[in-house]
């Protein structure tokens, strides 16, 4: 299995507050991507990182933001969460010209 | 029309049956296809690469129609454990980003 972690695993937040996920890889490869999954949707994706500090939105970017300051990790941040980003949120790695991807094993929000 | 359609099943299907799924695609330009294994809670996993000439691995055989724009995924000898949802993935353009389908639930039972 490639080598990616997300943290928390789970989490339960109040409407209004920040909120941080960090995803963790120790493959080295270039892209990175934040996804959230939700019934009756693809996976979709929010923004997506092609090197340090170089990041660019997806299609549902709105109400989230990104940050790449090391090869290995990506963080995404809700600035003030809503219900309608309680999701299971996965991070996904791929290599130099390769259209794989491998993903961590998620994380579970809930915003109450 | 969203740009990757899946048959959402389930499918129900008794241990050791064939089963078929077909997933269409909306852009014309997509170059590569994929198809991702998808266990309950669980991370999407890469079950295999969709070639214009098809391939096989073991059980499993995906196939690729570009002037249809579908692909499809056959499973011969269906096991317990194929039970999970099945995920049809191609590339949007050039700089790596993937379009997903909701995907297809595949239940086999004994």
């Known amino acids: 299995d490639a080598g990616i972690t997300q943290s928390p695993r789970h989490k339960v937040t109040e409407t209004g507050t920040p909120v941080t996920l960090r995803c963790h890889q120790t493959e080295n490869h270039r892209y990175m991507y934040w996804y959230r999954q939700d019934p009756g949707h693809g996976l979709r994706l929010i923004h997506y990182s092609y090197g340090v500090k170089d990041t660019d939105k997806g299609e549902v970017s709105d109400g989230y933001s990104v940050s790449r300051s090391k090869t290995e990790d990506f963080l995404l941040t809700l600035e003030s969460a809503t219900s309608s980003q309680t999701s299971v949120y996965f991070c996904?790695?791929?290599?130099?010209?390769?259209?794989?991807?491998?993903f961590g094993p998620g994380t579970r929000l809930t915003v109450t | 029309r969203k740009e990757v359609e899946q048959d959402p099943g389930p499918f129900n299907v008794p241990e050791g049956a064939t089963v078929a799924f077909n997933c269409t695609y909306s852009n014309s330009a997509s170059q590569s296809f994929f198809w991702y294994r998808q266990d309950c809670r669980k991370e999407p996993k890469l079950l295999m690469s969709?070639?214009?000439?098809?391939n096989e691995d073991g059980r499993f055989t995906a196939q690729l129609n570009r002037a249809s724009q579908y692909i499809s995924l056959l499973i011969r000898d269906s096991k317990l454990s194929d039970s999970a949802t099945y995920l049809c993935?191609?590339?949007?353009?050039?700089?790596?980003?993937?379009?997903w389908g909701a995907g297809t639930k595949l239940i086999i039972k004994p």
């Open positions: 996904a790695i791929s290599a130099e010209l390769s259209y794989e991807q491998y």
């Open positions: 969709v070639y214009s000439s098809g």
């Open positions: 993935v191609v590339n949007r353009d050039s700089n790596y980003q993937l379009i």
